[in-house]
C-alpha cells in the first residue's frame, strides 16, 4: 500500500430495518474533516485522476454500486513514490480511504448501476466563503498525464 494512505474495511451491521456502518471515528485516525459531500457517479464514468497540494480526502465507498479506484504516489520523498494501486471498491468491499496531499487519485464505476461515494475533505472547498483558489491538479485535463484510467 502507498505510503501514508490507509483503507479501513467497514462492517456492515444487518438487521430486517438494512444496515449501518460506521464510516468515520475520531478515536481511529487522527484526522479532522472540514466538511462532507456525497456524489453519484453514472456507469462507465470516471472522476479524476487529481490530487491535491495540501488537502487530505477521506472517502467512503458503501454502495450501491462500485468502482475501481486508482492511487499513484506522487511525492517524491515518499518511500513508495512512483508506485500505482488498483482496488476495487464499494458494494463488494466497503472501505474508508484517507489519502493524503500529493497521492494523485481517480474511480471508475464499475457497476451496471450509478454508484455512490462520501468524501469528508479535511480543508474546505475553495476555502472559507469559497473564496480561494481550488486546491487541485487535474491530471484528467492533461492528454501526456502519466495517470490513466482504464
Known amino acids: 500500500m502507498l505510503q501514508g494512505v490507509i483503507i479501513k474495511k ?3 451491521f444487518s438487521d430486517e430495518r438494512g444496515w449501518l456502518s460506521e464510516i468515520y471515528r475520531r478515536d481511529e485516525a487522527n484526522y479532522q474533516p472540514a466538511m462532507g459531500y456525497v456524489s453519484v457517479t453514472n456507469p462507465g464514468i470516471i472522476r479524476g485522476p487529481h490530487e491535491h ?3 487530505s480526502d477521506f472517502f467512503v465507498f458503501v454502495g450501491p454500486g462500485s468502482f475501481n479506484l486508482y492511487l499513484w ?3 517524491k520523498d515518499s518511500e513508495t513514490f512512483g508506485q500505482k494501486e488498483l482496488i476495487e471498491v464499494g458494494e463488494n468491499n466497503p472501505v474508508g480511504v484517507s489519502v493524503p496531499p500529493g497521492v494523485v487519485h481517480g474511480y471508475k464505476c464499475i457497476s451496471k448501476e450509478s454508484a455512490y461515494s462520501i468524501n469528508l475533505p479535511d480543508k474546505l472547498y475553495k476555502g472559507e ?6 486546491d487541485e491538479i487535474r491530471w484528467e485535463k492533461d492528454p ?3 495517470f490513466k484510467i482504464d
Request: charged fraction near 45%; charge should be neutral; aromatic fraction near 0%.
Open 129 to 134: 466563503g469559497k473564496t480561494e483558489e481550488v
Open 10 to 12: 467497514l462492517e456492515k
Open 53 to 55: 497540494k495540501a488537502q
Open 144 to 146: 501526456a498525464s502519466p
Open 73 to 75: 504516489d506522487n511525492r
